[in-house]
Structures are given as structure tokens and as C-alpha cells.
């Protein structure tokens, strides 16, 4: 049984920057994990993804190169540097675990096994 609780969410202008965190409880940290959002009327999409060690990491196209992925595993913590944010990242952001593996975890929401409740991010233009 694995408990996750986002944080970190607000409000925010165009060009700036957010932090999230994912507070894991419960089994040993040792698992892949990936973060999604979902816009209104939207389905949740994947944002990016995190072995368990940290040393490999994957993003979605839309994030590359201005969200950066990472964990603390002392802490039982995952994070999400959020930088350049733009209006179309406004969305409720979820953090997952994929307790199937060691690696890299897949894109698809329906590989993973535990969800958070969602931290919602508006960016205002």
C-alpha cells in the first residue's frame, strides 16, 4: 500500500516558476513514478517520468526542457521544477506510482498503481 500527497500548487504568472512535491508513505520508496495533469474538460496526460534511482528521466514534448523531474529517496519525496510557465499549464497536476518497476515507468495512466489526490496549478497570462 503506497500513500501519496501532492503539494506545491498555486497560482502564478506567465514566465514563472513553481515547485511540486509528492510525499510518499507507506512501502519502501523503491519504484517508478511519473506526474500528470489534467485541464478541464481534458484527459490527464503525462508529464514526465523517474526510475527509482533518479538517473533516468523522460518528458512529455510539451514540458521538455522547462519542467525538470526528480527525487529525494531519503525523504520519500518526488518533485517537480515547474519553470517558463505558460497559461496551457494550468491543470490539476497528480503524482503516480508504478510499483510494477524499478525503471523508467510508461506514459500510459492505466500502468500505474497509485495516484495522488491533485494539486491545482493556475498560470495567469
Known amino acids: 500500500q503506497v500513500q501519496l500527497v501532492e503539494s506545491g500548487g498555486g497560482l502564478v504568472q506567465a514566465g514563472g516558476s513553481l515547485r511540486l512535491s509528492c510525499a510518499a508513505s507507506?512501502?519502501?520508496?523503491?519504484?517508478?513514478m511519473g506526474w500528470f495533469r489534467q485541464a478541464p474538460g481534458k484527459e490527464r496526460d503525462f508529464v514526465a517520468a523517474?526510475?527509482?534511482?533518479?538517473?533516468?528521466?523522460y518528458y512529455a514534448g510539451s514540458v521538455k526542457g522547462r519542467f525538470t523531474i526528480s527525487r529525494d529517496n531519503a525523504k520519500k519525496t518526488m518533485y517537480l521544477q515547474m519553470n517558463s510557465l505558460k497559461p496551457e499549464d494550468t491543470a490539476v497536476y497528480y503524482c503516480?506510482?508504478?510499483?510494477?518497476?524499478?525503471?523508467?515507468?510508461?506514459?500510459?495512466?492505466?500502468?500505474?498503481?497509485?495516484w495522488g489526490q491533485g494539486t491545482q496549478v493556475t498560470v495567469s497570462s
Open positions: 503516480a506510482a508504478d510499483l510494477n518497476t524499478l525503471g523508467l515507468p510508461p506514459q500510459a495512466r492505466y500502468e500505474y498503481d497509485y
Open positions: 507507506g512501502r519502501t520508496f523503491s519504484y517508478g
Open positions: 523517474i526510475s527509482w534511482s533518479g538517473g533516468a528521466t
